[in-house]
């Protein structure tokens, strides 16, 4: 140690001038032996975090270059800047969403789709195996020409042989009419609801070309109810429901999978709540190197990066790998941004939880337990978001009412498998990398400069919620889920956890989602 990094390291403050030298110290890399870890057997050093293996210069030498006994002064930084970009970027993020979902009003009704899909299937197994298939939901769901006519297919489908059923679809089908003069798009021919009409009645009576043009306008739905009176053993009849089954019983495993996790992470919370007031538990993120607020700069870099090219994209027809650039671009220039102001990497990758923690092995344990635990956070807010999405049908009386989907799973049933191989690549692996290098790494590791843990973590939440594409309905359940990976980050300091966390609630949605759409 030099001469003059001995004096500082003597236990006084030192003059700004004196900090600034520190700082100079780190930039040029002349404690970079230290950082390394060749300082402690002189004594030069202590050790960052006891979970760990990074070394930092001594308390002292760390209290003359920040003035404080845990940071080292970084570059001068305008907060209230950064601030102005995230809002606006936010803003400007959420407004494209809003405006992209009002101006396809057919993404909304393929959405809607998918979903009167799944329920479908769901109880053609409920009736197959003798239980009374409940239809009473999906009423709400037709809000279209074309979705009252699945729904009325589906109630066709599930008739006991009495004609009951057969005769509410019949009802349903009348919805059209009123639809048709408010306005609401309809492709169909008209004549087309007149077979419909017969075809609900007696399918096997069609012929042909009326079962041709049946498929050809309803797809899966003109299966489910073409073979509804063939016999019970013949092939077409027994591959559709077994096909069903096949479908119900793999993604209902996998729920049932979450929901025992989700009882198992309730009772892990209470036991962890209960070491963490013994003071057994310690919890709170790693004390940051950097002493100033260059973390929400950095994601200031990166949100408006990202937002730029989601715009760039709205105005150019041929943009729609723009978001993904703009994403990677904006990730990169927001993990660059630290270094290019002069934070050392060695400082800004410990800042921003890219470390190894207690070991690799033990993270990647942590994160799967860290899932179970934050499966009650997202449960409420699963709850928070229909209780939410029912008062709002409530008040619009379905009409007008966007329900929470995400762009990129609308049409996974005809994706395919290399389609699901992409989408699994992109939601369980690039987005939790991302997003938790940018959102706990670096927006939460900002917030913590001024506000508390529960503070930074919900601010950080609804920032992640606003900037996610399934719509307004869904925030509570997104911001559940985004605490969730916080608290991970709080208790970890490490982000494998948390990325671990979140790749696998991503996937495994996304799997539940493919398994009832094929």
């Not at 609804?462 to 719509?471: D, E, K, N, T």
Request: charged share 20%; aromatic share 4%.
């Amino acid at each position: 140690m030099s001469e003059d990094q001995g004096r500082r390291a003597s236990g006084t403050r030192g003059s700004e001038g004196e900090r600034e030298d520190a700082w100079a110290d780190v930039r040029g890399g002349r404690i970079a032996d230290v950082l390394r870890g060749a300082g402690p057997e002189e004594g030069q050093g202590v050790a960052l975090d006891p979970r760990g293996d990074e070394i930092v210069p001594p308390t002292a030498l760390v209290a003359a270059a920040a003035g404080t006994p845990e940071a080292i002064r970084g570059p001068t930084t305008w907060p209230w800047l950064s601030w102005l970009v995230i809002i606006a970027s936010t803003l400007t993020v959420m407004a494209l969403t809003l405006g992209e979902r009002s101006e396809s009003p057919e993404l909304d009704e393929q959405a809607t789709s998918q979903t009167i899909r799944m329920q479908a299937r769901v109880l053609l197994v409920q009736d197959s195996i003798g239980a009374t298939p409940d239809l009473s939901g999906l009423d709400e769901l037709a809000t279209t020409p074309r979705l009252v006519r699945e729904v009325a297919v589906v109630m066709a489908a599930l008739d006991q042989g009495d004609g009951a059923r057969v005769a509410e679809a019949r009802r349903e089908l009348l919805r059209i009419h009123t639809q048709r003069a408010r306005g609401a798009r309809d492709d169909a021919p008209d004549s087309f609801d007149e077979l419909l009409g017969r075809a609900l009645a007696t399918p096997l009576e069609l012929d042909a070309a009326d079962r041709a043009t049946l498929l050809d306008e309803l797809g899966w739905f003109a299966e489910l109810l073409l073979v509804r009176d063939l016999a019970d053993d013949d092939p077409a009849k027994v591959a559709l429901l077994a096909h069903a089954r096949r479908s119900a019983t793999l993604s209902g495993s996998i729920i049932l999978l979450m929901v025992g996790g989700a009882m198992a992470g309730a009772a892990l919370l209470v036991v962890g709540n209960r070491r963490r007031i013994a003071g057994v538990l310690r919890l709170g993120i790693a004390p940051k190197l950097c002493g100033t607020a260059i973390y929400l700069e950095a994601f200031a870099v990166y949100l408006f990066v990202f937002a730029a090219a989601a715009a760039a994209s709205r105005l150019w027809p041929g943009g729609m790998l723009l978001p993904l650039v703009g994403t990677v671009g904006g990730a990169i220039a927001g993990m660059v941004w630290p270094m290019a102001r002069g934070v050392p990497w060695a400082v800004a990758r410990r800042d921003l939880g890219l470390h190894g923690g207690e070991g690799v092995v033990k993270e990647l344990g942590a994160g799967l337990v860290g899932y179970c635990m934050l499966l009650p956070f997202f449960a409420v807010g699963v709850g928070l978001m229909l209780a939410t999405e029912a008062i709002a049908g409530a008040v619009l009386s379905g009409d007008g009412l966007t329900r929470p989907y995400h762009p990129e799973v609308v049409g996974l049933g005809d994706s395919g498998p290399l389609g699901l191989l992409v989408l699994l690549g992109l939601a369980g692996v690039f987005a939790p990398v991302v997003e938790e290098t940018m959102f706990r790494g670096a927006l939460q590791r900002g917030l913590r400069r001024r506000l508390g843990m529960v503070s930074a973590v919900l601010v950080m939440a609804v920032i992640f919620a606003a900037l996610h594409p399934q719509g307004l309905l869904a925030l509570p359940a997104l911001a559940a889920l985004a605490v969730g990976f916080g608290m991970l980050r709080e208790w970890r300091d490490s982000l494998i956890a948390p990325m671990v966390a979140h790749g696998l609630h991503n996937g495994s949605l996304l799997l539940v989602t493919a398994l009832m759409m094929w």
